[in-house]
């Protein structure tokens, strides 16, 4: 199975800061990526998938990029709405394996 | 709209067997491929299980693969999970979710979810 990777598992920042985070796959997984939102009481959000495309609806500030095993989500300037944890996901192939999460909390 | 309604949770005791419906509404239902996702309150995400479109590729979490069988009736517009064997490690709340027709997001909308609780 393909092994996700997420880091930091914490990030502390406040509203403005731009905040990156990473996330490594055990084996190429090309594009096939996607990043969700997650928030206490209710379900996931996607936010970018196939690496960098934008969903739509979310803020251009959020962006996301990479190619093979290695990935990133920036936050180009928090706002207090996302503060939440966020989760990267694999769909290369089954089983389609999720990131531990990075929770983004307030400074 | 797309609606997702998970139903079929509960509590049972370890090695007891449960089974969790999911009822779809709002879209062409067998256009689309479905996957449960778990989340232990607290927790992290955990993938569990996915179908395709067609229910002809079906793919399973290591955790869960053996015991859990996905299944889908497209007659009914209706996502399955047969639980079998269920230990106290597989409590969780349970989502439903769809992916996008094309497949580049897989999961694209979510149920509001369903608790299993595994305790003796």
């Known amino acids: 199975d393909i092994q996700m990777t997420q880091s930091p598992s914490t990030l502390s920042a406040s509203v403005g800061d731009r905040v990156t985070i990473s996330c490594r796959a055990s084996q190429s997984i090309t594009t096939w990526l996607a990043w969700y939102q997650a928030k206490p009481g209710k379900a996931p959000n996607v936010l970018i998938y196939k690496a960098s495309t934008l969903e739509s609806g979310v803020p251009s500030r959020f962006s996301g990029s990479g190619s093979g095993t290695e990935f990133t989500l920036t936050i180009s300037s928090l706002q207090p709405g996302d503060f939440a944890t966020y989760y990267c996901q694999q769909y290369h192939t089954y089983p389609y394996t999720f990131g531990q999460g990075t929770k983004l909390e307030i400074q | 709209e797309v609606q997702l309604v998970e139903s079929g949770g509960g509590v049972v005791r370890p090695g007891e067997s449960l089974r969790l419906s999911c009822a779809a509404s709002g879209f062409i239902f067998d256009s689309y491929g479905l996957s449960w996702v778990r989340q232990v309150p607290g927790k992290g995400l955990e993938w569990v299980s996915g179908?395709?479109?067609?229910?002809?590729?079906?793919g399973y979490a290591a955790s869960v693969k053996g015991r859990f069988t996905i299944s889908r009736d497209d007659a009914k517009r209706s996502l399955y999970l047969q639980m079998n064997s269920l230990r106290a490690e597989d409590t969780a709340l349970y989502y439903c979710?769809?992916?996008?027709?094309?497949?580049?997001?897989?999961?694209?909308?979510w149920g509001q979810g369903i608790l299993v609780t595994v305790s003796s």
């Open positions: 979710a769809r992916a996008s027709r094309d497949a580049q997001k897989p999961q694209e909308h």
């Open positions: 179908i395709n479109w067609s229910g002809g590729s079906t």
